[in-house]
């Protein structure tokens, strides 16, 4: 009998492969053939088609694979520590920190190096600040639900902040923050993707060395004691990963919302297993696979209508969170 998973993440892959090469060739400016073959393998940069091809279109790729996928998996995480099929890579307030740390830059109208770097930079340090803090607190408190509580009052209390700056400040700082707020997959440079897939792969690997406890958290706190987990050690690399990814990817992309609530949840009804190692491999093709069709369907229509990937995968994702309430309420 032919099993599942030898079907599934073969068809995945495939199918990734596929959607990043019609992602490369979408856009209002159409390449040959030729030209995309020169542009990767023997590039001229006087050429703009391979201009194009190199700072644009390939870190435009690059940047919807590693947000789709590490969303995914961060979203995996939560929802697996909290035990909780609605958490998300959001819900300790890593976004909310970006978020702040973003808007003070923007509304202070101070700058560093480039104005571009200088919101990455903000965006990661307020991630990671707000990451550390959680892991901190994470000592002090034993039940996984007492932390999720205190990641959504720390939401609570930065989105505050926020609103408070965004009352007072100018319309040009205002407009800033909220294009930055709306995501992009446009803001990594192409001298900055080393890095990027770097950070990516250590948090990718560090959760793959994670996945037998994940295996244990399933069956509850008490029972994952039972069979020697360290219950605050695992927390502590749960949360770790998750700033890692969520940080990196908040600091690029700004906020995209739903990919971390909705491909895990998807992941789980089509591969039916709690077993984490396939979860967090399947997470991460069905990630980059959901962002990359959703940029994808924005650069055909960008002819069209401007639409800033936050709505779009919002639009996406929303219906489907909805129809899991109503089939958990049932």
């Not at 958290?217 to 502590?236: D, F, S, Y």
């Amino acid at each position: 009998m032919i099993r599942k998973d030898s079907i599934l993440f073969p068809a995945l892959g495939a199918l990734l492969i596929i959607l990043a090469i019609f992602h490369l060739a979408s856009g209002q400016i159409d390449i040959g053939l030729k030209d995309y073959s020169n542009a990767l393998f023997n590039p001229d940069y006087r050429n703009t088609d391979h201009l194009i091809v190199q700072e644009f279109r390939i870190p435009r790729l690059v940047l919807a694979i590693v947000a789709g996928s590490g969303l995914a998996v961060s979203g995996m995480l939560m929802q697996t520590l909290f035990n909780n099929p609605l958490a998300g890579p959001y819900v300790l307030g890593i976004s909310s920190g970006s978020s702040l740390f973003v808007a003070l830059l923007l509304m202070s109208g101070f700058t560093f190096l480039t104005a571009n770097l200088s919101m990455v930079l903000a965006a990661f340090a307020g991630a990671a600040l707000f990451g550390y803090l959680i892991l901190f607190l994470s000592f002090f408190v034993r039940s996984h639900l007492s932390l999720l509580l205190i990641g959504l009052m720390i939401g609570s209390f930065t989105g505050a902040i926020i609103a408070i700056l965004q009352f007072t400040t100018g319309a040009q700082q205002l407009k800033a923050f909220t294009m930055w707020t709306m995501g992009s997959l446009q803001h990594a440079e192409r001298d900055q993707l080393p890095l990027l897939v770097i950070l990516f792969a250590a948090a990718g690997i560090l959760t793959f060395f994670l996945s037998k406890k994940l295996n244990a958290l399933v069956l509850g706190e008490r029972a994952a004691e039972t069979l020697g987990i360290n219950l605050k050690e695992t927390r502590i690399l749960v949360i770790g990963a998750t700033v890692i990814l969520t940080g990196i990817i908040t600091a690029y992309c700004g906020p995209i919302a739903f990919v971390g609530l909705a491909v895990p949840n998807m992941t789980r009804i089509l591969f039916r297993t709690q077993d984490h190692f396939k979860l967090i491999l399947a997470n991460l093709l069905l990630g980059a696979i959901f962002l990359i069709l959703c940029d994808t369907v924005i650069l055909i229509m960008e002819p069209y209508i401007t639409i800033p990937i936050n709505a779009f995968t919002s639009l996406l994702g929303a219906p489907l969170i909805i129809f899991l309430v109503i089939k958990r309420l049932k």
